[in-house]
């Protein structure tokens, strides 16, 4: 870019001009206040449920049936309450965490391994391998495979067993995690690779000790959508298990009649909190990595 | 020369260049299992059920029954009735899912404080870090009559009902369809400005500037500039959105039921209630039902791939 193009004042509708223009401040910047009154009206959207069922969990039980947004009495005892009379909970919410971790164990593994063959071995049918994976994102195999999955897992006598669901859930991002794995590794140069094995590193080494911490970001975004997938599942949960004790916490609370019993709505708001707080604080802390994870494996296509 | 080469030609290589050969497939080994085991086979047994009279329950084994199955699908009208009623749905939702996001998206590329410009996109992404059933617990409660705040604000607030006309969000009312997919639109939105915003960040900075500087007005350079560049994420957004919008089943689990009058029950709820709700458990016929609705939509998918490719 030459010097004068700098020099020259571009005009951008919108950004606050600093020039002595004779307009008032709302006028000159007319354009930004409307824009950011647009996003602010669509980011007040996105968090205003979120914001109602977390003050909803703090109100006071006839406060939760008024409607008003804000409580005229507030109640934090809803917390400690749904320890103590739910008793299913603490185990629904153990069967959450347990589904979760191995299920993004298992898939971040896979993905981090298919995704350094596919990029740095070479064997006949990978090219196969990665349309099959990619035609898969299109069909929705999810739902009409449910039919043989129950009969897999009664086949493997895992119908009703909270691990069992283990071994679908996997496979529920595994496509995509793979791809977004090859896409990263596509990032670690050849030569690189190469030079490790000149100097006589096997495959593992290279993988654990190179690889790894090269494609660390999208790692991070593996990990986020196989938790949220896992986490919130409720087609395979639902139809693969019975009990209320073998369920995760989603699913229990998908079928919690709001009101009734131990189910007051403070309640159920509080145990919504509870379930829901998890992934945004693990988020808000790797959200980070997450972007840069996002623009260098998932967006580059 | 590759390394297999170069080790083979020292004599003892032959063992090793096996074990070259083979490392790439232990890496591939354990996406393999659960590919082949949990997608592939799966889809391939759905196929062949769907051609028998295969029952769970029952003790004989399945008889291969060619296409009765199939044929007993497409001439129930619930068949095709599902699946216009599937196909309702998608399109309430994805004109929705897509101008919302590419509107803020456009608009969220111009604010130039970057500080601001993270807190937004922090927040465009705290709906798609929610689980698909907290989400849909979440709506649930906020389309209540009782309690549920949407009510409340139409009620109370603005007055446009009474407590006694209140729309019936819930339990497969005429409004259950939009109801869904106003969710949908939410949970949608910030991710997909997200992906949008990726496809603004591509777009080479000089561009707009020359537009403008050749007198171009901002409308005429959204319409000009910016949209034909991001109408390759467009194209990839609507194909994958319908195929979600389509094969939806939670929501309708969740929000809907079994009931064959209702809006909710489409081709991927008559299936599931073959499968395992009523009291037949016919696998046969539900993996017919199963395979001609994702037959049917992966056929319009193809259709708008191929429009979408004719336009490049």
Redesign the interface.
Known sequence: MSVQAIDQP??R???IAETGDPRGWFERNRGAVV??A??NF??I??????A??LI?SIKSRPD??R???WPRKFDFTHYGYVFEKIDTLPVNLFNSIYVTMATVF?TA???V??G???VH???RG?GI?IA??LV?????????????????Q?FLNLINSTSGLI??Y??LN??IS?LIMRSMFQLVPHQMIEAA??DGAG?WRILWSIGLPLVRNGLVVIF?VNF??A?????LC??LTNDQDVRTM??V??AAQ??LGQWT?PA??AV?VL??AP??I???FA?KL??KG??EGV?KG | MS?AQAVAAHGYGRATSIRQ?L???V??L???I??I???????V??IW?SFTNYE?LSNEPADWVGFANYIEAINDPLMWQSLWRAALFTIMFLPGTII?PL??AV??D???QPRIATV???????????????????????Y?Y??G?IN?FLV?VLGLFTVYDAPQWLGGTSLTLPAIAIMEV?WG??YHT??FL??LAAIPKDLP?AA?IDGAN?WQMFWHVILPRLAPIMMILV??RF?TA??V??EY??FGGFNRETPTYTW?IF??DQ??KLGLWR?GF??AI??V??VA??FV?IFLLRIFRSRD
């Open positions: 571009t005009f509708p919108g950004e824009r950011h647009v996003i669509f980011m959207v996105i968090l205003a449920p979120l109602w069922v909803m939760s049936m409607g008003d947004f298992l593994t896979c993905a391994l298919a350094y063959a596919l071995m070479k064997a990978m391998i099959v994976l898969s994102l299109y069909l929705p195999i999810r739902v009409v495979s449910i039919i043989s999955i129950y009969e897999i009664s071994l679908p996997v496979t595994l496509a793979v094995r000149m495959h986020i949220v997938t986490w919130g599942e409720y087609l639902s139809t989603p699913v609370l998908a709001g009101g709505w159920l708001a919504y379930v829901v992934g945004i693990a988020f808000a959200q997450f972007f996002l623009a967006v | 390394m050969g490392a790439p497939w890496f591939l354990p996406t393999l659960f590919f085991g949990y997608q592939i086979y799966p889809i047994r759905v059920i769970f919302f509107l803020l608009l969220i111009r604010v130039t937004y996109r922090v927040i465009l992404l705290i709906p798609a870090v929610i689980p698909s059933t907290l989400v849909f617990v979440l709506w649930k409660w906020m209540n009782q309690v705040p409340h109370d939410w939105l910030g997200i992906f990726a496809g500037e403008r901002e194909v994958l195929g389509m094969a089943i939670d689990l969740i991927t299936m599931y499968a395992f696998q539900a993996a199963g395979m609705g994702a939509m992966v998918m």
